[in-house]
């Protein structure tokens, strides 16, 4: 099955379809963003996890999820567990300044690579 998706640029059978060459994210832990789509669409809170593969985050206090445990030794009473799920990156605008903003991304003359906002041309804190 690999030689015959040789050519074709699929990945090889029992690998995992992901995308290569992911850059770094405009959107990194700590960051406050503001949720732009979806049913938690306006809520706000800071990024918890950032997760490039898949190019998700998880940010607090939005995107609850539910999940049924049985009791065991670590969780002796069992029970529902809420927590917060992934999202993903292109479902949030970063927060600056409480006003949302857009995000880039470029090369200083010493070689630094910063992220600023767009709008007013103002760098972020690396």
């Known amino acids: ?28 832990k700590g960051d ?10 306006g809520k706000r809170g800071k990024v918890l996890r950032v997760i490039r593969a898949s190019q998700r985050i998880v940010v607090e206090k939005v ?5 049924h445990t049985r009791p065991s030794q670590r969780n002796q009473q069992g029970g529902r567990i809420q927590k917060e799920a992934p999202i993903h990156t292109s479902n949030v605008a970063l927060v600056v300044d409480d006003r949302r903003e857009r995000v880039g991304r470029k090369r200083l003359a010493d070689g630094r690579r910063v992220r ?7 760098m972020l804190s690396q």
């Open 116 to 122: 600023y906002v767009k709008r007013s041309g103002e």
């Open 63 to 67: 995107n609850f999820m539910t999940r």
């Open 1 to 28: 099955m690999a030689k015959r998706n040789e050519g074709l640029g699929l990945p090889p059978k029992g690998e995992k379809n992901r995308r290569r060459g992911t850059s770094a994210p405009l959107i990194r």
């Open 32 to 41: 406050t963003v503001q949720v732009i789509s979806g049913d938690d669409k």
